[in-house]
């Protein structure tokens, strides 16, 4: 049965994966549009829910257990014979995490969400969606646009023109990775986003910031000093602290200055949000 509407709510709807660490020796659960519901609840969101595939195998059943953990509504969580998706990282001297390759999503991409019925009650009932480029779910995004009262999506480094525009008309909320990008880059970036109707559009730059745009108003949030020991998952607990405050009632102002405070507070632990499990190879 699905969530009721008595509070502000976040439904992710999409990619997960475990991101391990080799040089650690094991693995810890993420995915952009798993980080973000979860981290949001963990940021004051009353309730988060997260619609995806796991596959069979351990690194699916530790991504379930940490949902369930975390108090995540997963009752459309689906589950299919197959690898979890997978990315292997590692760190350099300074925190930043190194990505050395991945699955492809493994039985995510293989399989594909399609959303039905009861996927339909659930986004009625939560109202607000997050998905990324990395759920494979641009078929399914007017279905869920119609249902959902906003709709944000993270096109992490995928800036092509084209693709953009085939994303941006059933979208309300865009976010974006700025890097190797100037300023002027930026803003033009924004603009061409904002000009298919998005009435939020961010881009993170790293240890430049964010670039703002909020309805019809530009922004710019510097970072905050952190003790760095990963930046993975940095950039998802900005998202999470950005929609966490505005569905919170927060003015835009301090909201950014939130997110900057969450993404900070998530370089000072190893994984998107915690729960590491020792690899068996």
């Not at 995004?141 to 023109?161: G, N, Y």
């Not at 309805?215 to 602290?241: E, H």
Request: aromatic share 10%.
């Amino acid at each position: 049965m699905a969530a009721s509407v008595s509070s502000p709510a976040l439904l992710g709807i999409g990619d997960n994966v475990v991101d391990f660490y080799r040089d650690r020796g094991e693995f810890f659960p993420g995915g952009n549009a798993l980080n973000v519901p979860v981290l949001a609840k963990r940021y004051g969101l009353a309730r988060a829910g997260y619609i995806g595939l796991i596959g069979n195998d351990a690194e699916g059943a530790h991504v379930r257990d940490s949902l369930m953990r975390e108090g995540i509504w997963i009752d459309r969580l689906r589950q299919a014979f197959g690898p979890n998706g997978k990315a292997v990282v590692s760190l350099d001297d300074k925190g930043d995490r190194v990505f050395l390759g991945s699955n492809k999503g493994g039985i995510q991409r293989a399989l594909s969400l399609r959303m039905d019925a009861e996927d339909i009650e659930a986004i009625e009932s939560f109202g607000n969606v997050h998905t990324s480029v990395f759920s494979y779910l641009e078929p399914e995004l007017p279905k869920i646009r119609a249902h959902a009262q906003t709709l944000t999506f993270d096109f992490s480094t995928h800036r092509d023109a084209t693709y953009i525009a085939s994303v941006a008309p059933h979208i309300t909320g865009a976010f974006l990775s700025g890097s190797g990008l100037s300023d002027g880059e930026v803003n033009d970036l924004i603009g061409y986003v904002a000009g298919f109707g998005v009435t939020t559009v961010g881009v993170t730059r790293g240890s430049d910031g964010a670039f703002w745009l909020a309805n019809g108003r530009r922004y710019r949030q510097g970072i905050k000093p952190a003790n760095v020991v990963d930046t993975l998952g940095a950039g998802d607990s900005f998202l999470a602290g950005y929609l966490t405050g505005i569905l919170t009632g927060r003015s835009i102002e301090a909201t950014l200055d939130f997110a900057a405070e969450c993404a900070s507070a998530t370089c000072g632990y190893f994984g998107a949000f915690g729960y590491p499990h020792p690899a068996s190879d």
